[in-house]
């Protein structure tokens, strides 16, 4: 098979410097494509995945301006309006607790406050949160399972230990715990922010197992394929082979947990926060409200959908993008 | 014919001077380890005491059933594994045991071709960095830069410039195969170990590999080790070949004596196997040799080989001396037309 194309080898060898590079107008046609660009053109094709993708960049953008958007939301999260509460009763006067012009969710029981402007920086918290522990579980996650799957032996063996004692950890009990140990201020880090750092190592930390055992799994059979051994054989050392022949066959495995892990981490920080070992009053957060709610629920349900449909509609749409992702990276997976 | 056993002393001895490599009694045996404290309970003699050598230009044809230990001897050559002993001389230099550092430089010289082109390349990688990982773990500064480099290999493996940029999922079988040849290629090397390299290509696109090979050889002067199970590939490409079985070497000789007049009886019973596509012609057969002959039982595990030679428990010449003393692997008769020995270990040779 000599089917050289005759064109453009034979301008190389014509004109050698000076002629155009082969990657011009030719090649442009032939760039080829990565799996990563693949599983996206997949996604882009996915109608749930996309619509929920919407929704998650919405949240995320809403996360991510709340302190330029909530002091400008019903006067803030942490304005009273005292005018519109019921002295009587120290509900919310109007209907649908409060919902007007002014405060299009309505504001709180007791105080007044500003419905809208906390779910919103509520979502700051929670997104910060959930983030920050998934990169700390993906992290954590890659380095134990590179270094039990490529090494084995006995850092294998060190490895599995301890993701079956991370595993087996009562990591709520453990939270709890350690939550009442906070001290106002230290580091140079304010109750909020410490009590913040706690939850991220607390569900990052303890998260990290899980993952661990799949990237084990996957460097198990990656390490064994002939293109680590070809590698090898060109004289490449360990870290060559681990970070540029390994690690990018683990990126659609991270991305697909991680997509799944940060509805999960929402739904643990909402959890803490709603058993009040999460982010302090009187910092809003949406498992802080939902506890808040409780105890009214009967006069003012508007208190306990507002804060509950921003963790259902964040959650299921992070979930429906994850599985998204997942069925792009892996379509023979199926529903 | 004598019947000491060979040693180490008598196959440095035996050593051509002229070749690019030369093997004396290697050795590859794998431990097996059991219970909790990881004591060695055996080991698996993958590869137990083989000599040969490879003069530059030269391909060598490694063939024996699955098992046998050729695709070990091939990563034993390119050093992915450190032999249990027996040295590795290439150039007059012991490679058996040099660290990975030591290596280094030496892997511009050896290089490999793998089985599977579907695991030979990297999944995430595009063609150009995957032929031009060489250049980077090298540290190799090329006049017209990597790229140029990248492309000039590919032409010369027969596939287009233009495809620096795409992925390996993107092309067939064979035009996989010969990216992996174009990254054996990029270091310019002497001696490529090919292991495998056309059994998981469809027959049309065997020949091509195979004729690709063979070009490359011409024009590069580049000594191969081609490891393969195929008899006709073998045959094809080789120009002298070695038959394995469990471990060992039990003849080596050039491709045309082999193949007509094999004096081990294994390889006799091989040869009986290679299917010749016209019933009329029969000359394509070892000499009076017409029916094939069917070897009873299996290989024996290499864990627990049998003593001495060891395939008494499957030949049909057997005798006592079989089971008690080792033939050494030994010149019979004269050189052949392009100089080469006819070595067997047996014996009762056949066809003599």
Redesign the interface.
Known sequence: ?????GD??AL?DDFG?LAPD??TP??KA??????TQIAWTRLKRDKVAMVAMCVVVFMCLLGATASLIAPHLGGGPNLPHTLLIDGDTSLPKGSAGGMDSAHWLGVDPTFGRDLAARVVKGAQWSLLISFAATALTVILGLVAGLLAGYFGGWVDGIVNWLMAVFLAFPVVLFGIALASGVPPHAFGFSYVWLRVTLLIIVIGGFGWAYFGRIVRGQVLTLRE???V?????????EL?IVFR?IM??L?APTLVFASLAIPANILAEAAFSFLGVGIPLPEPSWGGMLNDSLSQYQYDPAYLFVPGLAIFVTVLAFNLFGDGVRDAFDPKAGR | MSTEPSSLAEGLKQADPDALLSVSGLKKHFPIKRGVLQRQVGAVQAVDGIDFSVRPGETLGLVGESGCGKSTTGRLLTRLLEPTAGSIMFEGRDIAHLSTGQLRPLRRDIQMVFQDPQSSLNPRHTVGTIVGAPFHIQGIETPNGVKRAVQDLLSLVGLSPEHYNRYPHEFSGGQRQRIGIARALALKPKLIVADEPVSALDVSIQAQVVNLLEDLQQELNLAYVFIAHDLSVVRHISDRVAVMYLGKIVEIADQAVLYTKPHHPYTTALMSAVPIPDPDRKEGRAEGQVERIRLVGDVPSPINPPPACRFNTRCWKAQDICRTQEPPLLQIGGRSEAGFEHQVACHFPENV
């Open positions: 098979m000599t089917t050289l194309p453009a080898s190389q410097d082969p990657g030719a090649a032939i760039e080829g494509r990565s799996l394929k002939e293109f051994d070809a590698s090898r054989s060109l004289g490449a050392g060559r022949e990018p066959n990126i």
